[in-house]
């Protein structure tokens, strides 16, 4: 879904470096500003810049958002909830003479940390759902990054689709096998997942480097041109707004 | 006259991939028990997306699919059910067999299926004899050829003793020798009862191997029924996309310049036609033809 929308979203036609300097400047923003409503407005914008300017559909960005999201759940929970006898609390059990509450101050770490991180997901997705991975390592060569990074980052996001699919196909194949029918071969089926996996994984490492060998690969993955041209307009007004962004942030 | 009983009846069947790419479009088929039924399309014409509707992995977005003339239950214990009457053979080997050893690979759907150890073994030790594939038993399985793999898939699914196969291109990547030998296997297996469905874009394997037809074009039904039907205008398959098997172009083409007499039987293999050319009488023609040569 997120490679589909990469290569097919509606600002498929700008360059790279223009959202790349999007992103980099909400995310600036988030960082600079301790307030939490600054990064609860950067995740609304970017938010938006995603469902409305890049039309990605609001039911798909949804359903993507639902994965980190229920990961900040459960750390939120582990922020909110202290255990110390005595402390002041907004709501509190006592059990084995231990104070289990929810402290104001938790409750505040937990509001900025669940704003920060909602903003910086949503400036990430926006990178990832319009920037196909080939034009953000092109991007990144132009901006003079080492080029062992960014094929690192290529062959990683290649061997997570890769790995997936493998992953994909067996899990059919042994359920088809009932290797999921109930609690205990699950665990066992599981188990042969993971170890499947991961040797298909090496295999297929080495053959994609045997592939690559014979394609006269030497030292560094061929860089792709880039086929959208720069807009110094754009950049320029994207640069301006992400400054005074950044200005504002600071002095809120 | 006896009822052709189906083990399998797809009505008015739709799937739709993820990114609303049509997978299947209102599919109508019947899949007759004890039959070898071949599944024939191009390239995308949804043949693999039927197969997998057929052991629920796929659920359909319209229509339903019957199984012995019941709907497919789609709970945990009614895909059990199925799964255990029903087996699959993906068309690629490589991620269907995925245990450490070959015995551990055959034994793991047995093993599911709650046995007693000693019917494992048993169960593990009639597939891999029914496959041809005995020696590879302690076989590590990344050691494995791509043939080799086919057969081992092949008799961890058979060693559920499922009462219908499934096959997804099984030829694929075999060299003739392996095709010869695995078809020898599914037509034992056919002699024991179990319904064969195959999927292919091989007519010459399709045509002299099937006993009941099922073409799709662009995710869709577009033809089905015996061979005897087909093979009455084997020119029908042009209108799919397809082309008609070497074995009749050549019994055409012998037929058309007198060389075979019409009597003949329209041949499923060139084996067939050449044993037919040995025990018939040469017509007027060839004997004209043979006195001529020098």
């Known amino acids: 879904m997120l490679d589909d929308y990469a290569w097919n979203n509606a600002l498929r036609r700008w360059h790279p470096l223009e959202r790349l300097s999007i992103t980099a400047g909400g995310m600036l923003v988030t960082l600079i500003s301790h307030r939490p409503a600054v990064a609860f407005s950067v995740f609304l914008v970017f938010s938006a810049l995603i469902v409305g300017a890049a039309r990605v559909k609001l039911k798909d960005f949804l359903y993507m958002l639902s994965w980190p999201v229920a990961f900040l759940a459960i750390g939120i929970i582990a922020i909110v909830i202290s255990y110390n006898p005595g402390i002041p609390c907004v709501l509190s059990v006592e059990t084995f003479g231990l104070t289990w509450g929810i402290t104001w101050e938790g409750v505040q770490t937990a509001h900025q940390l669940s704003a920060r991180v909602l903003s910086m997901v949503s400036a990430m997705y926006f990178l990832c759902l319009t920037t196909p991975i080939v034009e953000l390592t092109s991007a990144l060569k132009t901006l003079r990054m080492p080029d062992i990074i960014s094929d690192i980052m290529y062959i990683m996001y290649r061997g997570i689709y890769l790995l997936s699919e493998t992953v994909e196909q067996t899990v059919r194949a042994q359920t088809l096998r009932l290797g999921y029918s109930d609690w205990k071969r699950s665990c066992s089926s599981f188990g042969y997942l993971v170890t499947f996996a991961w040797v298909d994984a090496i295999h297929r490492s080495r053959e994609n480097t045997t592939a690559m060998l014979v394609r006269g690969l030497n030292c560094t993955l061929p860089d792709l041109a880039i086929s959208t041209k720069l807009s110094p307009a754009r950049l320029l007004l994207v640069c301006f707004v992400s400054a005074a962004a950044i200005v504002i942030a600071g002095m809120v | ?294």
């Open chain 2, 1 to 294: 006259m006896t009822k052709e009983v189906y083990v399998f009846e797809v009505q008015d069947l739709s799937y739709r991939y993820p990114g609303q790419v049509n997978g299947l479009k209102n599919v109508n088929c019947c899949i007759p028990e004890g039959k070898r039924t071949v599944i024939m399309g191009q390239n995308g014409a949804g043949k693999s997306t039927l197969l997998w509707t057929l052991t629920g992995v796929l659920r359909p977005h319209q229509g339903r699919v019957l199984f012995q003339e019941k709907p497919l239950d789609y709970s945990k214990p009614g895909l059990t059910y199925l799964r255990s009457r029903v087996g699959l053979v993906m068309q690629n080997p490589d991620t269907q067999v995925f245990c450490p050893t070959v015995y551990q690979d055959v034994a793991y759907g047995p093993t599911n299926s709650g046995l007693l150890k000693h019917e494992i073994e048993d169960r593990v030790k009639w597939a891999l004899q029914a496959v041809g594939a005995s020696h590879l038993v302690e076989r590590p399985v990344p050691f494995l050829s791509f043939g080799e793999k086919q057969k081992v898939a092949l008799a961890g699914v058979l060693a559920m003793r499922p009462s219908v196969i499934l096959l997804d291109e099984p030829a694929s990547g075999l060299d003739a020798a392996g095709v010869e030998s695995l078809f020898s296997e599914l037509d034992r297996l056919h002699s024991q009862g179990v319904t064969l469905v195959m999927t292919t874009h091989d007519i010459d394997l399709a045509w002299s191997w099937a006993d009941y037809f099922i073409i799709m074009d662009r995710g869709t039904t577009v033809w089905e029924g015996d061979f005897s039907e087909l093979s009455q205008d084997p020119h029908l398959l042009f209108e799919f996309g397809l082309k008609p098997p070497v074995v009749t172009v050549v019994h055409e083409s012998l037929l058309k310049i007198g060389f075979i007499p019409p009597s003949l039987p329209r041949p499923r293999h060139i084996r067939d036609l050449i044993s037919a050319l040995e025990t018939e009488p040469p017509s007027k023609k060839v004997r004209e033809w043979i006195a001529s040569r020098p």
